[in-house]
């Protein structure tokens, strides 16, 4: 198992309609579970539970997925973190070395 972290500007609600947006379009989980402050996508690639929790004026996302880290469900759960906005006013995007 492994697991993520990121804290983003975006409120939780917010992170869970990204997560719905981006993470069954990267790899084709669906979502098995959701509450208001998380959701689980399960799948062929495997499961990933996914947290988040305002603190203060960030929003720290925990993903925790049942993979190694070396595997494709584990770097795209990294990508979907590195979409979200750190600080307000960011947009969030790929890092250097993705594909745009």
Same mark, same amino acid.
Do not use: C, W
């Given at each position: 198992?492994?697991?993520?972290?990121?804290?983003?500007?975006?409120?939780?609600?917010?992170?869970?309609? +990204?997560?719905?947006? +981006?993470?069954?379009?990267?790899?084709?989980?669906?979502?098995?579970?959701?509450?208001? /402050?998380?959701?689980?996508?399960?799948?062929?690639?495997?499961?990933?539970?996914?947290?988040? /929790?305002? /603190?203060? #004026?960030?929003?720290?996302?925990?993903?925790?997925? $049942? !993979?190694?880290?070396?595997? !494709?469900?584990?770097?795209?759960?990294?990508?979907?973190?590195?979409?979200? #906005?750190?600080?307000?006013?960011?947009? *969030? *995007? #790929? *890092?250097?070395? $993705?594909?745009?």
């Amino acid at each position: 198992m492994a697991g993520y972290e990121r804290k983003t500007a975006l409120g939780p609600s917010e992170v869970l309609e +990204h997560a719905e947006q +981006h993470i069954p379009a990267l790899i084709g989980l669906k979502r098995s579970r959701t509450s208001a /402050h998380g959701a689980t996508y399960a799948g062929d690639e495997g499961t990933v539970v996914l947290t988040a /929790h305002r /603190h203060g #004026p960030y929003t720290e996302v925990v993903a925790q997925t $049942d !993979r190694l880290r070396t595997s !494709r469900m584990d770097y795209e759960i990294q990508r979907f973190l590195n979409l979200l #906005p750190y600080e307000p006013g960011d947009v *969030g *995007g #790929p *890092g250097a070395g $993705d594909p745009s």
